[in-house]
């Protein structure tokens, strides 16, 4: 029984310092874990930062190049038919849009859907347009009737996606 008790005289306070051990040990290591994820987010940070704001950047660029004003004028309309000049709006949207589209990814869900919204509101735009003339008439009508259809709306169908984009810009990055 003696030998017990010595035995243990020296057992628990060798446990008491190993288990003391263990969680000074298993501590620093997590705080060591933490500091390397905290580094590694930081780094994150710095690489896609950047990117982000170049994709808010590009996604504005698209809005303003497809605003009905800017289309129309860009593109022009060198004595083409409506039906031709509709089918060049439409095709000068869709590949803005497919140049642009990974750009989605460095942006917010509701941004992205903004962004599409608009675009389907500008094709809307220039389709209703298009369906109250005749396919033959000038292309100069069609661009009459897109304009006159702002002006009645009294708004760009890019408006508001370019302000939430702005806004987004601005409580992320300032």
């Known amino acids: 029984m003696a030998l017990v008790t010595e035995l243990l005289k020296i057992l628990i306070p060798a446990a008491a310092v190993l288990y003391g051990m263990y969680l000074t040990v298993q501590t620093f290591l997590q705080k060591q874990f933490e500091q390397k994820q905290l580094e590694i987010k930081q780094k994150n940070t710095e690489l896609v930062t950047p990117l982000r704001l170049q994709a808010y950047e590009r996604m504005t660029l698209f809005l303003e190049r497809i605003t009905p ?5 860009r593109l022009g309309n060198n004595g083409m038919q409506v039906l031709d000049f509709q089918q ?48 033959d008439a000038p292309a ?3 661009s009459k009737r ?29």
């Open 69 to 73: 004003n800017n289309l129309l004028v």
């Open 88 to 135: 060049l709006l439409l095709r000068e949207i869709r590949e803005e849009f497919n140049h642009n589209l990974a750009q989605q990814v460095y942006l917010s869900h509701e941004a992205w859907e903004k962004i599409r919204q608009a675009m389907n509101d500008v094709v809307t735009l220039v389709n209703t347009s298009a369906g109250d003339l005749a396919t």
């Open 140 to 142: 100069i009508d069609l």
């Open 146 to 174: 897109v304009f006159e259809r702002v002006i009645t709306e009294n708004k760009q169908p890019t408006t508001d996606a370019l302000r939430f984009l702005k806004e987004e810009i601005q409580t992320m990055f300032m």
